[in-house]
Nanobody
Framework: QVQLVESGGGLVQAGGSLRLSCAAS????????MGWFRQAPEKEREFAAA????????YYADSVKGRFTISRDNAKNTVYLQMNSLKPEDTAVYYC?????????????????WGQGTQVTVSS
């Protein structure tokens, strides 16, 4: 299994930017696709972005496409989520997850290991 720790969340004004980091431990990181999910208060966890093993392929929810960029640095065992043009509706706890199960990149069930989450709050 891989241990994941998110960081970089905080309070930002609408239109601003944040960069989330997810530090991973474990020898399997470079062989595991990764994703970012988010959960707003009283809402279900939803997919935001994902990235393939090598980083060659990326996947985005329509709600964040064009504003968020997922990337990974396997040498640093870290996955990132660059968030630009933030909107109040982006406010949520953001979770990093390892896709170590067979299934859709867009579904929570395909991810077996999760970080503790980092809060992102976007003010209007």
């Amino acid at each position: 299994q891989v241990q994941l720790v998110e960081s970089g969340g905080g309070l930002v004004q609408a239109g601003g930017s944040l960069r989330l980091s997810c530090a991973a431990s474990g020898r399997t990181f470079s062989s595991t696709a990764m994703g970012w999910f988010r959960q707003a208060p009283e809402k279900e966890r939803e997919f935001a972005a994902a990235i393939s093993l090598s980083g060659a392929s990326t996947y985005y929810a329509d709600s964040v496409k064009g504003r968020f960029t997922i990337s990974r640095d396997n040498a640093k065992n870290t996955v990132y989520l660059q968030m630009n043009s933030l909107k109040p509706e982006d406010t949520a706890v953001y979770y990093c997850a390892a896709k170590n199960h067979i299934g859709s990149y867009y579904r929570v069930g395909a991810y077996g290991d999760w970080g503790q989450g980092t809060q992102v709050t976007v003010s209007s």
